[in-house]
Every structure is written in C-alpha cells, then in structure tokens.
C-alpha cells in the first residue's frame, strides 16, 4: 500500500477535500472516486468524505492500493436486457448496492456482474453511472475502458436519458415543472438544497395521485447525488419509504419507491440509439392502492 500525504495550506483553508485532491494530490476523479468508496481518505487519521472542509495545517493522506482487492463472485440471478462486447444493461433490484464498498464487499451489484461474466481475470466494474442501494432499475455498464469512456463523455448530453418513476408521500401543486435547485452535502451522506451547492435540474410530471400519494415520471438533466430525493423532499412529497429524506415503510425493507424506469443512449461504439424500459415494480404500485 502506498500513502500520498499533504499539509492543508492557508489557500486552501475553507475548500472541500475533494478539491484539495485534485489539486494537490493530482487525483483524478476515478480514483477519487475508487479511494471514498474502499475507504482510503483520511484528514487527520480519520476516514472521512470528500465533502468536508478542510483547515490550514490540517493532515490530508490517501492510501492507495498496489493492487485492488479481489472481485468476489455473487450468484445472483440478473435481469440483464442487453449485452455485446461494449455494454452491459441490467435491471437493478432493490436494495441491491451498485458498487462493492468497504460496508459491503461482496453481495452487490459489482460482484453479480463479475459472476455473470463468468468471473474473468483481470475484471474491472465499469458502471456509466450508478443507482442508490434503495433505487431499482435500469443500469448500464461498460465492458471496456474506450466504451466507459465515450459514455461518461455522453452524460447529462442528449445522448443520454434517464427518467425514473417514483411514489411520493402527497403530490406538488404544480403537476409538472422544472426543479432547478442546487444541491450541496449537510454532513455524513446527506444532501440538501443549498445555494452554494451545485446545480441541479430535475424535469418532473405528475402522473396519477391516490389514497394521499402521487405516482411521478422524472427526467433527469444533471445527475448530483441524490438528486431526485432531495429536489422531491424540497416540494414537499418525498419519495414513500426514503428513510434519509422522509419517513421509511415497513412494506418496503431496505428501500424506497424510486425507480429507474427508461434509458436511452448512444451507443459508445456503433453510435445506434439503444433504449430501453423497465415497469414499475408490483411492490411500489401497490402502495398506490394503500390509504
């Protein structure tokens, strides 16, 4: 293992971590990204998020990895929609996590993908992007660094849609609109509308209300952590069963009703326009039905 180590200077007294990363550090975001989710940043000897601020004088250090830790099988039958050499489509469960993680090693996403594919050497997850444990539905991933790419290029683009469906607890009072409302990090995982944050735009449209509830279609066009829940949670109908944003259900163990429900996108090599659907799960429209 290797440690990359830096004193918080007075230019960077106030910034976020993740900044200083990048700055001092010359970490990309992929590895950034790699280091929060294994656990590997520290300020002052404590493992802590990209998000904090960080002070003059204060001791910055990553621990990287000579080699990453060893992909675990998971044999868990997948609902895969589309595959080729390029991609790989797959309709997520819930709660299901996305990504292997120091709280998780071994029964998510990241290790069912690494079974399906037959367990093959040198395996590298390559998610374009990633649902929330809570969050069902579709997902894509790329079976090569050139394809992962050419679509993380794609993202919050024309090229690629995502619109997900979701219960929420009472409906807005306008049926449909634009959400265009910053987000910034509240401390721990927790996002909130913030107007230093950054921004974030969530096109939505009401389409059905009963028994207190309101079944919602919800177009993403930036992607900030969160999004959906804190933009609902903002109007005043969050999401049935989120437990960070709103209030958890029994009739939903380990998630919430949030699901992605259409993508569309180019594909990185031919440059066909692949779409695809994925219905509302019966456990979400059922809480339609419940007064």
Excluded at 12 to 40: E, M, W, Y
Excluded at 99 to 106: A, D, E
């Amino acid at each position: 293992m290797r440690e990359i180590v830096c004193i918080v200077t007075p230019e960077d007294d106030g910034r976020k971590l993740g900044a200083v990363l990048r700055a001092r550090l010359h970490l990309s975001n992929r590895q950034i990204s790699r280091l929060k989710f294994s656990g590997g940043i520290f300020l002052e000897d404590a493992c802590v998020h990209t998000g904090v601020f960080v002070r003059t004088g204060q001791c910055v250090s990553v621990r990287l990895e000579d080699h990453g830790p060893e992909t675990v099988p998971y044999a868990l039958p997948l609902r895969v929609l589309y595959q080729d050499e390029d991609v790989l489509v797959v309709d997520k469960a819930a709660p299901l996590p996305s990504i292997s993680s120091v709280h998780q090693m071994t029964q998510t996403l990241e290790n069912a993908v690494f079974a399906y594919l037959g367990c093959p050497e040198g395996f590298i997850y390559r998610p374009v992007s990633r649902l929330d444990k809570g969050t069902s539905g579709l997902m894509p991933i790329a079976l090569n660094a050139h394809a992962h790419d050419r679509m993380q290029r794609m993202l919050h683009t024309p090229d690629y849609v995502r619109e997900y469906l979701a219960v929420t607890e009472g409906a807005p009072v306008e049926k449909s609109g634009v959400i265009d409302r910053p987000i910034g990090l509240r401390g721990g995982v927790k996002r909130c509308i913030d107007p230093e944050g950054r921004r974030a735009v969530t096109h939505y449209r009401v389409l059905k209300e009963q028994n207190g509830r309101a079944l919602m279609r919800l177009r993403l066009e930036t992607g900030r952590t969160h999004q959906i829940r804190v933009h609902l949670e903002s109007l005043g109908c969050p999401v049935a069963g989120d437990y960070l944003y709103g209030t958890e259900l029994a009739a939903l163990p380990g998630r919430f009703a949030l699901h992605s429900a259409y993508l569309s996108f180019l594909h990185p090599v031919t440059g066909e326009r692949l779409s695809f659907e994925s219905p509302l799960p019966p456990l979400l429209n059922a809480l339609l039905e419940q007064p």
